[in-house]
């Protein structure tokens, strides 16, 4: 695979200072959440709340809400899942993954939080953020998942995680059950 496009991987923002971070459309790439599934429009931002309540909990996705609001982030997100739509196997989507970190500044080392809005969508793409966090030893990556899943799937068939890859599971989701 020739990598032409790369996966927009931004330094900061107004909570994240000195952070790297990497973001895919909210709702669209979340198939463990439940108490906050809300979705931005892809073209026009309009929002769809499609929350189900946990312990008479629910809530608007914070994130899907600034892909509402600015249109610069929503087509930045939808940039990325985009591209790693059109790979076709793992291993592509482990090359634009290390072509796109290697072309930012965090390459250097530093911290990467892996998705401020979106989730590991299916375990291809999980795998391959796995694997490309190898290529980067100096590099702490880490992410807030309710895709617990494949985080689970991963760890059994390879025996564990990553040794500079950190996960929080975010309970609200559908596979609360297995956090533990």
Same mark, same amino acid.
């Given at each position: 695979?020739?990598?032409?496009?790369?996966?927009?991987?931004?330094?900061?923002?107004?909570?994240?200072?000195?952070?790297?971070?990497?973001?895919?459309?909210?709702?669209?790439?979340?198939?463990?959440?439940?108490?906050?599934?809300?979705?931005?429009?892809?073209?026009?931002?309009?929002?769809?709340?499609? =929350?189900?309540?946990?312990?008479?909990?629910?809530?608007?996705?914070?994130?899907?809400?600034?892909?509402?609001?600015?249109?610069?982030?929503?087509?930045?997100?939808?940039?990325?899942?985009?591209?790693?739509?059109?790979?076709?196997?793992?291993?592509?989507?482990?090359?634009?993954?290390?072509?796109?970190?290697?072309?930012?500044?965090?390459?250097?080392?530093?911290?990467?939080?892996?998705?401020?809005?979106?989730?590991?969508?299916? =375990?291809?793409?999980?795998?391959?953020?796995?694997?490309?966090?190898?290529?980067?030893?100096?590099?702490?990556?880490?992410?807030?998942?309710?895709?617990?899943?494949?985080?689970?799937?991963?760890?059994?068939?390879?025996?564990?995680?990553?040794?500079?890859?950190?996960?929080?599971?975010?309970?609200?989701?559908?596979?609360?059950?297995?956090?533990?």
């Amino acid at each position: 695979m020739r990598i032409i496009n790369l996966l927009k991987i931004a330094f900061e923002n107004a909570k994240l200072k000195g952070i790297w971070h990497f973001s895919l459309p909210c709702g669209w790439t979340c198939p463990g959440a439940l108490n906050c599934l809300s979705k931005a429009d892809r073209e026009t931002g309009k929002m769809t709340d499609n =929350q189900t309540p946990v312990d008479g909990v629910s809530y608007r996705c914070y994130s899907a809400s600034m892909e509402s609001t600015y249109p610069s982030v929503r087509k930045s997100r939808w940039h990325n899942f985009d591209l790693l739509k059109e790979c076709k196997s793992t291993a592509e989507k482990v090359e634009l993954i290390v072509a796109s970190i290697k072309a930012s500044g965090v390459r250097r080392g530093g911290t990467l939080r892996v998705h401020i809005g979106g989730d590991f969508y299916n =375990q291809s793409y999980f795998n391959a953020w796995m694997r490309a966090a190898s290529f980067f030893p100096q590099i702490v990556f880490y992410a807030y998942t309710k895709s617990v899943h494949f985080l689970l799937e991963y760890m059994t068939a390879s025996g564990g995680l990553p040794k500079n890859f950190v996960f929080t599971c975010s309970k609200g989701g559908k596979f609360d059950s297995l956090i533990a």
